[in-house]
């Protein structure tokens, strides 16, 4: 079991980020939480695309390292009660204990603030948790960078396809070289979030996005 106190701030930021990243009909329902150290990590994937929300924290009490998952409507739970302090320049408790949930004890600074808990999903962990792990630290490595404004990329939702689902086509352009073959767009939004988008097979997802796409 680890305690983390955490800027209030952000740990919203990282709880909504996860929050939002996470569709509602995901097959992969279930969010991972983990404390390594000072970090706090929540990894969601719909098995098309993936994101880890991370905040590192002031103070630790407790283990050095816990893990647990819990369902998309408890991070939602967790996610709403973090707003509630988000705007304040306070720190915020949350416990992380493996095989049993997560608490979110709110402001440091309140007597009796209003918690919310979310309760770990039984069973062994998803084997999705270590590949993405695996993708996310070779993506890292990859250079060079290209910034770009999201709210741009949203501009393709706008765009009334041919064929209902069809994807949009994107290409990496090295200066010198032929174009790498890519398996995932990968990006980070400031230091804290970090995201991988599958790209897709079109002769196995013609018609559009066709089914699977697994990582």
Known sequence: MATLAVPAGDLSKALSNAEAWLPAKSPVPVALVCVRGLMLE????????????????????????????????????????ARQDGTRKTLSRITVESGKGVILHGAVDENNPETATAL?????????????????????????????QPQYMTLF??????????????VAVPEIGPVPEVGAVFGKVGKYFRALVMTIDEERNEAALGEGGLW
């Open 157 to 170: 939702n706008k765009v009334r396809p041919d064929v209902a689902g069809r994807g949009a086509h994107l």
């Open 120 to 148: 770990a999903v039984g069973g062994d962990f998803r084997p999705e948790w270590a590949m993405l792990n695996d993708l996310f630290a070779i993506a890292e490595k990859h250079e060079p960078w290209l910034m770009i």
């Open 42 to 81: 929540i990894t969601v994937t719909d098995t098309y695309t993936a994101a880890v929300a991370t905040c590192v924290a002031e103070v630790r009490s407790g283990g050095n390292l816990a893990a647990v998952e819990i369902t998309r409507e408890d991070l939602i739970t967790l996610a709403k009660r």
